[in-house]
């Protein structure tokens, strides 16, 4: 019965949970977003940036263009402790982030 309300909070948790990121003079701002394991959120990419960026990581998954002044969101489902890349693959050497789960 705990297990069940704690799984339930959770979840209620998780719709609630969304980080917001900046692409910003071809940076991510923040470039760290800090989240608990075990816990699904999601990501909402604003280009305010007069310029394309590919919104992109490796260990997550996602590729995705998002044209200057649009925001794209992503779903991500729950993670396990560690560090997973972000980057904006059109600006390389400016555009990287990550998300530290502890
Ligand atoms: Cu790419």
Same mark, same amino acid.
């Given at each position: 019965m705990l297990t069940a309300l704690l799984l339930l909070s959770n979840l209620a948790f998780a719709d609630d949970l969304v980080f917001k990121i900046e692409l910003k003079n071809r940076t991510m701002v923040?470039?760290?977003?800090?989240?608990a394991p075990n *816990? /699904?959120?999601?990501i909402e990419v604003v280009n305010?940036?007069? *310029? /394309?960026?590919e919104f992109e990581s490796k260990s997550l998954k996602i590729e995705k263009i998002i044209p200057?002044?649009?925001t794209s969101k992503f779903n991500v489902k729950p993670l396990?402790?560690?560090?997973?890349d972000l980057?904006?693959?059109?600006?390389?050497d400016t555009c990287q982030g990550k998300i530290i789960v502890k």
């Open positions: 923040p470039s760290e977003i800090i989240v *816990t /699904a959120f999601t305010t940036d007069n *310029t /394309a960026e200057p002044k649009r396990a402790a560690g560090e997973y980057f904006g693959e059109f600006h390389m």
